[in-house]
């Protein structure tokens, strides 16, 4: 599984206020892992954790995750 930075990026915009450490928070992952993985200069982010922590937020909150993720 990877995470379309771009993607990501945008729903961290409009459902946490741009706020990095929110979406940490909300979906239960370290907001320096977030931080680390966001900040890297890549187009997509590997990070199971990272994918399956999102998946869970995005399926409690009824968001199509196939928009940030892509399923390999």
Request: glycine share 2%.
């Amino acid at each position: 599984m990877k995470i379309r930075k771009e993607e990501l990026l945008r729903l961290i915009q409009e459902k946490f206020r741009d706020n990095q450490a929110f979406f940490a928070d909300e979906i239960g992952i370290s907001r320096e892992y977030v931080n680390r993985l966001i900040n890297r200069d890549i187009d997509m982010i590997e990070s199971s954790k990272l994918c399956n922590k999102l998946i869970t937020y995005c399926v409690r909150k009824k968001i199509d995750y196939k928009d940030v993720i892509i399923l390999q």
